[in-house]
């Protein structure tokens, strides 16, 4: 049994920050590797980034590089998404993700990876 719950999603403006966290129901959390995702109104799910096992390799999408970070507390089986400077083209629902898989740097960027997922965490970014 894996549960995945987002929280801290909110209301912001343009140049903000926000914190989301994903806590996991899972006692071999460490064994995950950790996604990131985000779907805007009308749009497919969006890969944002991920993080190894271990939390010593992070990947991002392009569009978010430089501003997003994410990082993971395995004592306290939470995976964390530290965004700075938003912009109103980050407003989505955030999901974060959980596999089991065998790490595969580019697979790892896709949907398909994942086997469990968070219900998702609502940001809005107004100007």
């Known amino acids: 049994q894996v549960q995945l719950v987002e929280s801290g999603g909110g209301l912001v403006q343009t140049g903000d920050s926000l914190r989301l966290s994903c806590t996991a129901s899972?006692?071999?959390?460490?064994?995950?590797?950790m996604g990131w995702f985000r779907q805007a109104p009308g749009k497919e799910r969006e890969f944002v980034g991920y993080?190894?096992?271990?939390?010593?390799?992070?990947y991002y999408s392009d569009s978010v590089k430089g501003r997003f970070t994410i990082s993971r507390d395995n004592a306290n089986n939470t995976v964390y998404l530290q965004m700075n400077s938003l912009k109103s083209d980050d407003t989505a629902v955030y999901f974060c993700?959980?596999?089991?898989?065998?790490?595969?740097?580019?697979?790892?960027?896709?949907?398909?990876?994942?086997?469990?997922w968070g219900q998702g965490t609502q940001v809005t970014v107004s100007s």
């Open positions: 993700a959980a596999s089991l898989k065998a790490f595969s740097p580019a697979q790892a960027m896709g949907v398909n990876y994942y086997n469990y």
């Open positions: 899972v006692r071999t959390f460490s064994m995950y590797v």
């Open positions: 993080i190894n096992r271990s939390g010593s390799s992070t």
